[in-house]
């Protein structure tokens, strides 16, 4: 059956479509104009959708694991058939270029079609005439997802999948400022998947804090900042649900002395400002050996002056707007604080005042103290400092002074001496001469203050289950 992408977002709760008396304007943030509307979900809907999951959760969960592997595919194959659509719409609402949004879906399909690779089939671990010892991987239940703006299908689907393929019945809850890829994701998945299996509620500030306290509820699975985990942790608690967080970063980039400048820019800049720096495993502190330094620097200024910032529906632009006015107020604050302090801007922080849209100058710091907030703290913009080192234990410290340990990269042709840098690294991902790559089969999650868990890979399978030892002895009584 057709569906309009570009209108008529519902709620999806037992395989129905289900309209709210209560909606919310969703803004381009390109034009600053409201272009859309979405339903706030009740307490009553997010009941609806529990009672839901929990009605289709034993047929599900005993549903073989080949045949929900088979309908994710499917999935994956109806969500390919709306790429363009969905990509349409990501770029209205998040900012992204289209090619980038067009990317993020592609995303999506290939995790969905990965569904067959994923599975955790019971392991014999003892077997004698007496007694037999078998691992079970059962289903939670009812779990929830929820998701923040940056790439609301891509890190939907991080989480649908594993969910789903394990057995679970999920609920998605995207963010307020994004949520209408999400909505028409549920509706389309309604084709292929039995009623109740999966249901999308999108609502105000309130939602999250529903979810994470609902007692029908066995698992979050939330990606966002580090005081929502922090929050919805403690919340979680009161029924002791389990959680998998994947929270904020403030990834090092590690420069060596060995890089040639005009190779390693256009790197270090799509590792800083794809989607316009709002990327948990951005670089945001970029650590340059200081023989290269000025070369690096001029060369990344020079790559970014070729780069254009613009409207994400015209081709030509590769970096969009901040994705809303509460981010665009937070990264213009880490803007004024360079200002005001007297940093040098090597490229951008001059604001277009009375232009349309939240767009932000791509901006690049060159060499703020190692204590300013630009290298202390997560932007989530287009802004990135540089900084100079001279010795590998100096910037090995400082790369790891701080809570948060995401990601990191390093960057040499001296893959001995990049190894060495980066197995001292304190993040759950560490990545040399690439950055921001992920696969389904590689774990990713956060070291310290930047998560819970992960996600991905077996060990991701495993925080969607309970592990069971079934013990049979066999001797008769
Ligand atoms: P956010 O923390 O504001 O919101 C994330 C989601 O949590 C939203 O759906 C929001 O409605 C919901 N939420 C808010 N309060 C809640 C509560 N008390 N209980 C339950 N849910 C609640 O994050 P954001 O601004 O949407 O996203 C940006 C942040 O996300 C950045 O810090 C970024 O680094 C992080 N992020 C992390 C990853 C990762 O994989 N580690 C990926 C993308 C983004």
């Given at each position: 059956m057709a569906i309009s992408f570009v209108d008529n977002f519902v709620l999806t709760i037992d395989g129905k479509k289900v309209a709210s008396s209560e909606t919310k304007d969703v803004i381009n943030p390109a034009t600053e104009e409201p272009f859309a509307v979405a339903p706030i979900a009740t307490p009553q809907h997010l009941e609806d959708a529990v009672n839901a999951a929990s009605r289709a959760l034993p047929s599900w969960s005993a549903t073989p694991v080949e045949k929900r592997q088979e309908m994710l595919s499917n999935l994956g194959d109806l969500v390919a058939r709306h790429l363009q659509q969905f990509a349409e719409l990501l770029s209205k609402e998040v900012g992204k270029p289209k090619a980038a949004a067009g990317k993020e879906v592609g995303g999506l399909v290939a995790w969905l079609k990965a569904a067959v690779s994923h599975s955790l089939p019971d392991e014999t671990i003892v077997d004698t005439p007496q007694r037999k010892v078998v691992v079970r991987y059962v289903p939670l239940g009812v779990c929830a997802a929820i998701t923040p703006w940056n790439f609301p299908l891509t890190l939907m689907a991080w989480k649908l999948v594993p969910a789903l393929v394990t057995g679970n019945c999920l609920i998605v809850k995207p963010s307020p400022f994004a949520p209408l890829g999400t909505l028409k994701f549920g509706e389309l998945a309604q084709q292929v998947l039995p009623p109740g299996v999966l249901s999308v509620l999108s609502g105000n500030d309130e939602l999250g804090p529903w979810i994470s306290k609902h007692p029908g509820i066995a698992k979050i699975s939330l990606t966002g900042s580090v005081g929502t985990g922090k929050k919805a942790m403690a919340s979680a608690a009161s029924t002791l649900k389990r959680v998998t967080l994947e929270l904020g970063g403030n990834d090092a980039a590690v420069v060596l002395d060995d890089v040639d400048?005009?190779?390693?820019?256009?790197?270090?800049?799509?590792?800083?400002?794809?989607?316009?720096?709002?990327?948990?495993?951005?670089?945001?502190?970029?650590?340059?050996?200081?023989?290269?330094?000025?070369?690096?620097?001029?060369?990344?200024?020079?790559?970014?002056?070729?780069?254009?910032?613009?409207?994400?529906?015209?081709?030509?632009?590769?970096?969009?707007?901040?994705?809303?006015?509460?981010?665009?107020?937070?990264?213009?604050?880490?803007?004024?604080?360079?200002?005001?302090?007297?940093?040098?801007?090597?490229?951008?922080?001059?604001?277009?005042?009375?232009?349309?849209?939240?767009?932000?100058?791509?901006?690049?710091?060159?060499?703020?103290?190692?204590?300013?907030?630009?290298?202390?703290?997560?932007?989530?913009?287009?802004?990135?400092?540089?900084?100079?080192?001279?010795?590998?234990?100096?910037?090995?410290?400082?790369?790891?002074?701080?809570?948060?340990?995401?990601?990191?990269?390093?960057?040499?042709?001296?893959?001995?001496?990049?190894?060495?840098?980066?197995?001292?690294?304190?993040?759950?991902?560490?990545?040399?001469?690439?950055?921001?790559?992920?696969?389904?089969?590689?774990?990713?999650?956060?070291?310290?203050?930047?998560?819970?868990?992960?996600?991905?890979?077996?060990?991701?399978?495993?925080?969607?289950?309970?592990?069971?030892?079934?013990?049979?002895?066999?001797?008769?009584?």
């Open positions: 400048p005009k190779a390693i820019a256009p790197k270090l800049f799509r590792g800083s400002f794809m989607n316009t720096g709002q990327v948990c495993v951005a670089m945001k502190r970029i650590y340059i050996h200081e023989n290269v330094y000025e070369a690096v620097r001029d060369a990344l200024v020079e790559y970014a002056k070729t780069v254009k910032v613009g409207d994400p529906l015209d081709p030509s632009n590769e970096v969009g707007p901040v994705q809303n006015q509460m981010q665009f107020e937070k990264v213009k604050i880490f803007f004024d604080d360079c200002d005001q302090n007297g940093y040098k801007f090597a490229l951008g922080g001059k604001l277009v005042e009375h232009r349309k849209g939240y767009f932000l100058p791509i901006t690049i710091i060159d060499n703020p103290p190692e204590l300013s907030k630009i290298v202390q703290e997560e932007p989530f913009g287009p802004i990135v400092p540089l900084l100079r080192w001279n010795e590998e234990d100096d910037v090995v410290k400082r790369a790891n002074d701080t809570n948060l340990g995401l990601a990191a990269s390093v960057w040499s042709n001296d893959l001995d001496r990049a190894q060495n840098i980066a197995r001292r690294l304190e993040a759950g991902t560490v990545w040399i001469n690439e950055v921001q790559t992920t696969h389904w089969d590689q774990p990713f999650g956060g070291f310290k203050q930047s998560g819970v868990g992960v996600e991905h890979s077996k060990h991701g399978l495993y925080s969607w289950v309970n592990i069971q030892s079934l013990t049979l002895n066999r001797a008769l009584l």
